[in-house]
């Protein structure tokens, strides 16, 4: 074992004076003279740069440490080694005995000539390696143990599940005649019925169960699968292990359900020691004893709940409270310093908060815990509001200043909202306006997000006010059929339309006052001509005609907008009609210079039409200098 201490203690061998004995060191003005001694079973090299003690390497077969004594600076970094600037000329201050002396003893094998830099560096990547073999063999017996005691499947878990945690569902097959065959997947109960759709609600004459209606091509095709979290403790020697997994329920062409178990989380604490394992795509992949908190809300199932904890409580915690339940259950086990707010959530029925007790404050009563109005604990307790609800209550208050509370169905509106979407909207509208419009708008566009819908009402409310500033058009904006269109999808886009088509007919007249102003150009004689864009469509239609890019890309129609760019197009002149060649001159230095030209399919010009390019592009430069000078 190297022990600093004593290493310090061993003396340092004089410096070899080797130099002055052997010619072929002279060249070698920065190398490190190198002596060496092996005691009590540690390898010890003594460097030394123009007689100074600059390095020292200790070595025991097991590990190695670097000193630097100027700086009295210990490393055992294999990373470091480059720092020291060994050069790789190190090995011929030693001799061919010495260096085969030092490899036995590192257990490195000696290749003729090799530097002494790489030799070390050899030792110390083998010791490294066996360190990290060693520790991954430790890492995954601790993880076989740990799993082989803590993972556990209750026999009656896929029949609870069924029971309490899936939805029932029934399938009914195509209309035979009159009527549909309907199933009860849960009983297998099966029955006609005449009317039937996708996604109805069936109830099953056998079991008493309302089902959902399921069609049999969706169950065919394996499209309906559900997915549930769940936790499952147990008790293990000296303390209990808890195995946090997912539900999987699936349907075979035949109806029948299938349940699987995908356990990707264990919570093991044995003799007051904390042990957590993380699966990753069903592979065991860590081990640490860390301070981590594994945080997922999901159902507390076991069958003998008592017997696993003392009376069902776990540090005063009443886990039977827990049970069928989706609760941060992770939280509840892993509650250091907690224990009395988590057992006052448990008491009041505040599932949802618990996980988030370093958020809430403290004391006994709802509004003490939450600083909301105590007339909300019955709608927390019923839907299960987490902290997130505390927030946006507590935004809505502020921005809104209502005095009042909310009703339970305002706030099941009011959890799909984004409190920062609010903050725009609340510019437009009251608090009770917004949840009653947002839920009609939702409802109308079942699969799109809230944050979508409102960008779709502040984009119109900005079209609005646009076409109000830029057009004689006087829009009512106090009239409630403007400020709350029935569907803000059509009426976000019919607005846009409008302002397009506003905006383009002012570009359009640019456009046509730029080209009757490069009419007045000369146009060279020969067999080509040249004619230029007076609306969008123009170019659009050219550049989707010879398929490039002036037909797609807004920069060409902008910069023709603001004078930047010069676009025109090459034509025939015994066949005008037909997109030929499109050529494009920019301002540089207040001169115009060719920038590009393309045919169909990005074709470069002809020879000759090049020719025409550039002595158009001189007779542009006569003709719109004249202008610039006089302007």
Not at 411 to 429: A, T
Request: net charge positive; glycine share 6%.
């Amino acid at each position: 074992m190297l022990i600093k201490k004593k290493l310090l203690q061993i003396k340092p061998m004089p410096c070899p004076d080797r130099r002055k004995t052997k010619k072929q060191y002279k060249k070698f003005t920065e190398n490190y003279d190198t002596a060496y001694q092996i005691k009590d079973g540690i390898l010890i090299l003594d460097m030394y740069q123009e007689g100074k003690l600059k390095l020292r390497f200790f070595a025991d077969k097991k590990n190695w440490q670097w000193y630097e004594p100027e700086i009295e600076q210990w490393s055992q970094t294999l990373r470091n080694m480059n720092c020291y600037s060994l050069p790789e000329t190190f090995a011929t201050e030693l001799t061919e005995g010495e260096m085969q002396g030092i490899c036995d003893f590192l257990d490195v094998i000696y290749y003729g000539g090799e530097s002494l830099k790489r030799i070390i560096y050899n030792y110390a990547s083998n010791i490294q390696a066996k360190k990290r073999w060693r520790y991954e063999e430790n890492k995954n017996r601790r993880i076989r143990e740990t799993k082989a005691e803590s993972v556990y499947i209750p026999k009656g878990l896929n029949k609870w599940s069924l029971n309490n945690i899936f939805s029932p569902i029934s399938m009914f097959r195509p209309k035979q005649g009159k009527t549909y065959r309907i199933k009860c997947l849960c009983c297998g109960h099966e029955a006609q019925v005449e009317k039937i759709k996708h996604r109805e609600e069936w109830k099953c004459p056998r079991c008493r169960r309302t089902t959902t209606a399921i069609a049999e091509r969706y169950i065919t095709s394996k499209s309906i699968s559900e997915n549930a979290a769940i936790t499952i403790p147990r008790k293990i020697k000296g303390g209990f292990a808890a195995v946090h997994g997912e539900l999987h329920r699936s349907f075979d062409k035949e109806g029948n359900q299938h349940i699987n178990f995908f356990d990707y989380q264990i919570y093991h604490e044995k003799n007051g020691t904390i042990t957590r394992l993380y699966c990753s795509k069903y592979s065991w992949w860590g081990y640490k004893l860390a301070k981590d908190r594994l945080s997922d809300k999901s159902y507390l199932y076991t069958p003998n709940l008592k017997r696993i904890f003392l009376n069902g409580k776990y540090k005063g915690i009443n886990l039977m409270k827990l049970k069928g339940r989706l609760v941060d259950v992770i939280s509840v086990f892993d509650s250091s310093g907690y224990e009395e707010l988590i057992s006052k959530l448990c008491k009041a029925g505040l599932f949802g908060l618990i996980g988030q007790e370093n958020c809430l404050k403290g004391g006994n009563s709802f509004s003490e815990i939450s600083g909301l109005n105590p007339n909300y604990i019955t709608a927390f307790r019923e839907y299960g509001f987490d902290i997130s609800m505390v927030y946006k209550l507590e935004e809505f208050h502020k921005v809104f200043r209502r005095k009042g509370t909310y009703t339970p169905e305002q706030l099941l509106i009011m959890e799909n909202l984004n409190i920062h979407d609010v903050y725009r909207l609340s510019k437009y509208m009251g608090d009770i306006k917004l949840l009653n419009y947002f839920e009609r708008q939702m409802s109308l566009q079942p699969k799109v997000l809230f944050r979508t819908i409102a960008g779709w009402y502040m984009d119109y409310m900005h079209f609005v006010e646009w076409l109000n500033e830029n057009t004689d058009v006087n829009i009512d904006t106090s009239s409630t059929m403007v400020r709350f269109p029935k569907d803000i999808k059509a009426a976000h886009d019919r607005m846009e339309k409008n302002m397009r088509a506003v905006k383009d007919v002012k570009t359009d007249q640019l456009l046509n006052a730029y080209a009757e102003k490069y009419k007045k150009i000369p146009i060279p004689k020969g067999k080509y001509t040249v004619m230029y864009p007076i609306c969008r469509e123009d170019m659009v239609n050219e550049g989707n005609t010879l398929n490039h890019c002036v037909g797609w890309n807004p920069i060409y129609y902008e910069r023709q907008i603001s004078g930047e760019y010069i676009t025109f197009f090459i034509r025939k002149r015994d066949d005008e009609d037909t997109p030929f060649y499109t050529a494009t001159y920019r301002w540089q230095d207040e001169e115009l210079v060719f920038k590009e030209s393309h045919g169909a399919g990005h074709k470069a010009p002809t020879k000759e039409v090049m020719t025409f390019i550039e002595k158009y592009m001189k007779n542009a430069n006569k003709a719109l200098s004249k202008e610039r000078t006089a302007a």
